[in-house]
């Protein structure tokens, strides 16, 4: 069974930066690859940013330039470094194993104006 652990989001001011972690467990973390999605009040979940094993990554384009996703696979880890964060980056952020049912359980970002 694979868990998915989210940490690093909190509060900062418009303009600041955070790094969210994804800490999994199991063996198949290194050949799978990894998305972050983010919800907000009110509105769906969208995808953020995708890195594959091999290291290729795509993001969406609100947040192109400002968010980079990255991978340790001999930590079980991603993280998303989120720099020059805005207001409407407000959302609840969770890492998911791309294309399963594997999820963690969020983590709060908010970005105060």
């Known amino acids: 069974q694979v868990q998915l652990v989210e940490s690093g989001g909190g509060l900062v001011q418009a303009g600041g930066s955070l790094r969210l972690s994804c800490a999994a467990s199991g063996s198949t973390f290194s050949i799978n690859a990894i998305a972050w999605y983010r919800q907000a009040p009110g509105k769906q979940r969208e995808l953020v940013a995708v890195?594959?094993?091999?290291?290729?990554?795509n993001y969406a384009d609100s947040v192109q330039g400002r968010f980079t996703i990255s991978r340790d696979n001999a930590k079980n880890t991603a993280y998303l470094q989120m720099n020059s964060l805005k207001p409407e980056d407000t959302a609840v952020y969770y890492c998911?194993?791309?294309?399963?049912?594997?999820w963690g359980q969020g983590t709060q970002v908010t970005v105060s104006s």
């Open positions: 998911n194993i791309w294309l399963t049912d594997y």
């Open positions: 890195i594959r094993s091999g290291g290729g990554t």
